[in-house]
Structures are given as structure tokens and as C-alpha cells.
């Protein structure tokens, strides 16, 4: 697919003699808006994992802008412009917010070692403008005033936010997001669908996103793709996909599609 951001062909991953994900192929287009879905265990943030590096693909590829990732270790994923969140929030809760997003900028900083070590001016310019960078993410993010908090006394919901900070503090041309409305009230859910809305129309972000929340899903994504026991089941627009009987039966089981 000529205007394919991110793409697996065959991308598989199995644990002894189980398969986690089975030969999904499968296409994020650059600018878009993509949901993954599934039920639980369906495999979707092992999927995730192997598209950030943390897990090595059994068989298959990630190709990601024209060049082959697969089997690249984390930070290589990062440099090259994916950044991503975590289902269970991985903050480094002893920093401040304003430390944690500046740790997502690491692999764009220029200064080495030793300018570090001697605090030479450039280093000192470097570090004065991504801390003027992370504090102008926080604001976007929802967290202005907090740069000071430390990571665990933050609220739930603006955890989540830090966490998005972050990962725009890589410089990502894709974001993948996991589960990040998941513990947040009505409100914030609503709130956060909007914003997913702003990284790609405002920042021109590609977005990928898994999420139980169909609301969310149905309101935001351009296309949605269906896992279940690791394999893709189905694909489409929110409009195919909320009438596609194999993905009502994943989710519901046969008789619902019986009666629907």
C-alpha cells in the first residue's frame, strides 16, 4: 500500500506452544486513525509489543516508513519515530512530571557524554530548550502547573496524560496508545476521544490505538481492525465493523448473532 505508514505482513508471535498472534497482516495508512480491537486475551497488546521492539516477531515483519524494524531492539523503534504508551502505566513515579517527559526526549538530545559531563554551553542551550519543549507538552497534554508533581501523587487520569506526553516528547511520527481511557470517568473518556482528534489533525500524527471503549473507538477512528485469539477476524470502517457478525460473535457469542 503506497501511502502505508506502518505495515506487518504475516507478523506472528508465539510462547511455547501458544499463539499469541497469527500471521496478521496488517496496514496503518500515514495520517489515519486506526483502532485495534478484540476481547480480552485476543492478542492485541502482544501486537503492540512487537511494533515498539519489546517483542521479537516468531515470524513475519514490521516495516515501518520503507524500512524493516523487525527484530530491532526498543530504542531503534523510538529513533525512528514510534512512541507509544502502556496499558499498565509505566511512569517513573519518584520524578517529577516535567523529569518524566524529559526523559522521552533523550534519544533527540544532541550533547554526548563528555559535554555533559563538562556542562558546555551547548549542553546547557540543549537543556534550557527541551525544558521549555516539556513544559509546552505538558500544557498540551492537559498537566499545565504540574511540572513540579511528582509522578505518583498524580491523579489517574493525568497519569495517563503524562504518559502521552512523553511519548510526543520522542518526536514520534506514529503513537500508538494502550488502553489509555481505561479507569478514567465519562468525562475524561470524552475529553481524551477529543484529543486523540488533535494529535492528528493539530500535529499531524498517525494513530494507532487499542481500546475497549467503543464509544471512543467508533467516534475517532477512521478504520478499525478486529483481533480474536490472535488472529485478524475483520476490518473496515466503525460502521462495518459494528455490523460484521464475526466480530459480534467475538464479543457476544453466537446466539447474539443468531438473534441480531
Known sequence: MADALLQTVLLRKEFGGLVAVDDVDFVVPD??????????GAGKTTFFNMLTGVYKPTSGSVVFADEDLTGKPPH???QRGIGRTFQNIRLFQNMTALENVLVGMHARLKGNLAEAILHTRRVKREEAAARDRARGLLDYCGLRGKGAV???????????????ARALATEPRLVLLDEPTAG??????????????RLRDERGLTVLLIEHDMR???????????LDYGEKIAEGTPGEIQSNERVIEAYLG??????S
Do not use: C, H, K, W
Open 31 to 40: 495520517g489515519a486513525i486506526v483502532s485495534l480491537i478484540g476481547p480480552n
Open 76 to 78: 531503534a523503534y523510538t
Open 150 to 164: 511528582i509522578g505518583r501523587n498524580l491523579s489517574y487520569g493525568d497519569q495517563r496524560r503524562l504518559e502521552v
Open 184 to 197: 478514567m470517568n465519562p468525562q475524561e473518556t470524552a475529553e481524551f476521544t477529543t484529543f486523540v482528534g
Open 216 to 226: 471512543v473507538v467508533m467516534g475517532v477512528s477512521d478504520r478499525v481492525t478486529v
Open 254 to 259: 453466537s446466539a447474539a448473532v443468531a438473534t
